[in-house]
């Protein structure tokens, strides 16, 4: 790995690491309801570092891909939608279903391989998924997921339900031709489908300058002829307000839209990526920008809350988290039938 790095950098002549927009500060009014949007961001975050810890114990088998710092794409975006709409994402989703309504202890239950869990205990973290809130599926393959959002895109518009399907994506899947078929297909056929690049500036290790000629991924969007948005992807209320309008347009019968969230993981890749790569100051300067910090301070500095009560809402969504941790620990492993149920073929 590290040669395969060196030669990277020496290729693009990488030396500056990627750093966030200048402005930490959420402007104007905080909406009313800004406490769920804080809530729902503290829940995926504990969800998360449970499962790492989960992880570090050798209580939880398999690879994981954590998404610490992304929490406000997927509690922006999923705020907007309605019963009958549907995402898709790819395995860095645990964030992505649980913003869908997934419940936490069915979801560390999937992870854990519990009958319990959200599929039965047999799809793990690559396939996360929760038909029941319309959180229809994760895919371990970069940009899988793409022609089943096109797919659900169409069964909404064939059918007239109405329903929007999402579709979040990372900056380097929209390196693949999946990505651009999905697109062409969607815009060429006017479907309710809304394509959410969560752009943490890096593939699996790679920087994105090493694997991709532009920087704003949003323009891609005009080669569709749809609108190419990019937000701040870590202001919750700006991700929301950007969604709120992808999602009216695909509900109008106006088409597909193009979001890029700009943003950061702040863990490695996956679990066993200790993310020696990064650029000196990096992560330091993307932890100040950190969602959940900015919002809380927001909610300060607006005096719409005090600091003992924010660290009473978090501390009563960590004992949820560990509750519901805790169940599904308790839960009985799939018996050896079930291996044989939910198959195609
Ligand atoms: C088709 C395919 N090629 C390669 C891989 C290996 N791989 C897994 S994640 C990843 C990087 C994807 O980066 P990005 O789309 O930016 O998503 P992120 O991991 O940053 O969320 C790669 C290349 C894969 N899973 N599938
Ligand atoms: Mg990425």
């Given at each position: 790995?590290?040669?395969?790095?060196?030669?990277?950098?020496?290729?693009?002549?990488?030396?500056?690491?990627?750093?966030?927009?200048?402005?930490?500060?959420?402007?104007?009014?905080?909406?009313?309801?800004?406490?769920?949007?804080?809530?729902?961001?503290?829940?995926?975050?504990?969800?998360?570092?449970?499962?790492?810890?989960?992880?570090?114990?050798?209580?939880?088998?398999?690879?994981?891909?954590?998404?610490?710092?992304?929490?406000?794409?997927?509690?922006?975006?999923?705020?907007?939608?309605?019963?009958?709409?549907?995402?898709?994402?790819?395995?860095?989703?645990?964030?992505?279903?649980?913003?869908?309504?997934?419940?936490?202890?069915?979801?560390?239950?999937?992870?854990?391989?519990?009958?319990?869990?959200?599929?039965?205990?047999?799809?793990?973290?690559?396939?996360?998924?929760?038909?029941?809130?319309?959180?229809?599926?994760?895919?371990?393959?970069?940009?899988?997921?793409?022609?089943?959002?096109?797919?659900?895109?169409?069964a909404a518009q064939h059918l007239g339900t109405g329903a929007v399907s999402v579709a979040f994506l990372g900056d380097g899947a929209t390196n693949i031709g999946a990505f651009h078929e999905?697109?062409?297909?969607?815009?060429?056929?006017?479907?309710?489908?809304?394509?959410?690049?969560?752009?943490?500036?890096?593939?699996?290790?790679?920087?994105?300058?090493?694997?991709?000629?532009?920087?704003?991924?949003?323009?891609?969007?005009?080669?569709?002829?749809?609108?190419?948005?990019?937000?701040?992807?870590?202001?919750?209320?700006?991700?929301?307000?950007?969604?709120?309008?992808?999602?009216?347009?695909?509900?109008?019968?106006?088409?597909?839209?193009?979001?890029?969230?700009?943003?950061?993981?702040?863990?490695?890749?996956?679990?066993?990526?200790?993310?020696?790569?990064?650029?000196?100051?990096?992560?330091?300067?993307?932890?100040?920008?950190?969602?959940?910090?900015?919002?809380?301070?927001?909610?300060?500095?607006?005096?719409?809350?005090?600091?003992?009560?924010?660290?009473?809402?978090?501390?009563?969504?960590?004992?949820?988290?560990?509750?519901?941790?805790?169940?599904?620990?308790?839960?009985?492993?799939?018996?050896?039938?079930?291996?044989?149920?939910?198959?195609?073929?």
């Open positions: 790995m590290a040669a395969r790095w060196l030669r990277l950098q020496g290729d693009v002549g990488l030396v500056t690491a990627v750093l966030p927009p200048a402005d930490h500060g959420i402007v104007g009014e905080l909406p009313a309801d800004w406490e769920p949007l804080l809530r729902g961001m503290w829940r995926i975050r504990h969800f998360e570092d449970e499962v790492r810890s989960l992880f570090l114990k050798g209580q939880l088998r398999g690879s994981t891909h954590l998404a610490q710092g992304q929490e406000a794409i997927p509690i922006g975006v999923c705020d907007v939608l309605r019963i009958g709409d549907t995402t898709t994402c790819t395995y860095r989703g645990h964030g992505e279903v649980l913003a869908m309504g997934a419940p936490l202890d069915r979801a560390f239950g999937e992870l854990l391989g519990r009958a319990g869990g959200l599929c039965g205990g047999k799809g793990g973290s690559m396939h996360f998924a929760d038909l029941s809130v319309g959180a229809i599926g994760s895919n371990a393959i970069v940009g899988g997921h793409l022609p089943m959002a096109v797919g659900a895109g169409l999905s697109c062409n297909l969607a815009a060429v056929w006017r479907l309710p489908v809304v394509f959410v690049v969560e752009n943490n500036h890096y593939g699996e290790y790679s920087p994105m300058a090493a694997t991709t000629p532009i920087e704003r991924l949003a323009t891609r969007a005009a080669s569709y002829g749809m609108p190419g948005f990019y937000v701040d992807g870590n202001d919750v209320t700006a991700v929301r307000e950007t969604a709120r309008k992808a999602v009216e347009r695909a509900r109008a019968g106006e088409g597909p839209t193009l979001i890029e969230a700009d943003t950061y993981r702040q863990q490695g890749h996956s679990r066993s990526d200790p993310a020696a790569y990064r650029p000196p100051g990096e992560l330091e300067a993307w932890l100040a920008h950190d969602p959940i910090v900015r919002l809380e301070q927001a909610a300060l500095e607006r005096e719409l809350a005090g600091a003992e009560e924010l660290a009473s809402l978090r501390a009563a969504v960590l004992d949820d988290v560990r509750a519901a941790r805790d169940r599904a620990l308790s839960w009985p492993e799939p018996d050896l039938q079930a291996r044989f149920e939910d198959l195609y073929a």
